[in-house]
């Protein structure tokens, strides 16, 4: 059975959205680890909706939409799996996954980030944090502009990245990006022909408070390239540079 608990004088309304409302977060779990998540996030001021693992997401995701997804993983087997699996659904909605060291989740890796356990709460707070942030949607973006939201479009032949909207486009067909496979490709792309490695792109998209490994960026770079490349086999925009790191093509 789900659980809602908003925000009262105990805890302080902190990281709001423009109408001063509490930004929301979705926590999947085991009764005894959500509770502790939720409890910690609800300390920052988020509002928070706990649900038992995979079971009740869809209609928690559906009713709640929540502005970030934790997923905790007790133990990377089957349930924890399709919860991963079903996080992943909501591509434009950031996804942490919190769980022990897995192969399984490191071939699954197209959440935003990866937590490995044993946690350490100040590094879960600095990750939601730093995505709510990266995810800030168009609308609040673009309030009280008075340029353009077109203005800064990237544009190539056959590929739009509108960093404003937060959208991309290939052949005028909308592309479904995750917010970190937005980050990466426009990081890249804001950098024609420059060559980064994989730690450099782990400091600059991920930034220095990501403890993860290069193999991060490899994952998301392969996920990036089927996503946005005609020919992922053989990429025309994002390419390897062999054994240094990769770079954008214009």
Partial sequence: MSTTQHPSAAYPVAHADMEGRPKRILVMGDETSQRSIAELLRREGYD????PGASASFSALR????????????????EGLNAVRQAQELRTVPTVIVSPPSDELDRLLGHDEYVRKPLHPEALVERVRLLLDQNT???????GATISPFDGDLRFEDLVIRPRLHTVERENVPVDLSATEFDLLYFLASHPRQVFTRQQLLDHVWHYQYFGDADTVTVHMSRLRKKVEQDPANPRH?????RVGYKFEP
């Fill in 48 to 51: 928070v909706q706990a649900v």
């Fill in 63 to 78: 009713s709640f939409a929540p502005n970030l997804i934790v997923v905790d993983v007790q133990q990377p087997q089957t």
């Fill in 238 to 242: 994002l390419r390897t540079v062999w």
């Fill in 137 to 143: 949607s168009a609308k609040e973006r673009a309030a």
